[in-house]
């Protein structure tokens, strides 16, 4: 089980590595690809507000990266959750004010991997 949690708190961490990229240094180009929704000409309008969204996803994946190098179990359980849960909570507002398949590609996994913390 604790090999399965650290692989999806790895898969957690890389998302967020990507979400980082897409919004910090492809907002312009592959934002537009993602969110059809979103007005075209607002893209280069909110090149800084998505790369500072970036910067925040960044510090999301480096605490998850950094529950890879706690060795106390206690703390490590704790800091685990808790980044997850800041994931988790990101993606339910994400879905609710965004775009639907943000709970899927980014709070499901986290919850799931806080649930399998929990019973572990």
Same mark, same amino acid.
């Given at each position: 089980m604790v090999i399965i949690i650290k692989v999806l708190i790895g898969l957690v961490a890389l998302i967020h590595c990507y979400i980082l990229w897409f919004e910090m240094f492809a907002w312009e180009s592959r934002g537009k690809k993602v969110f059809k929704n979103f007005p075209k000409e607002l $893209? &280069?309008? *909110?090149? /800084?507000?998505?790369? +500072?969204? &970036?910067?925040?996803? !960044? $510090?999301?994946?480096? !605490?998850?990266?950094? *529950? $890879?190098?706690? /060795? +106390? @179990? /206690?703390? +490590?359980? +704790?800091?685990?959750?808790? $980044?997850? @849960?800041c994931v988790s909570i990101a993606g339910i507002y994400g879905a609710l004010t965004a775009e639907k398949k943000i709970f899927f590609v980014q709070a499901l996994p986290a919850?799931? *991997?806080?649930?399998?913390i929990l019973l572990n």
């Open positions: $893209f &280069g309008q *909110t090149k /800084e507000m998505a790369a +500072n969204q &970036g910067l925040y996803n !960044g $510090f999301l994946a480096a !605490g998850l990266i950094w *529950t $890879f190098f706690i /060795e +106390n @179990a /206690e703390w +490590n359980k +704790n800091i685990s959750i808790f $980044f997850l @849960a919850i799931i *991997t806080i649930i399998l």
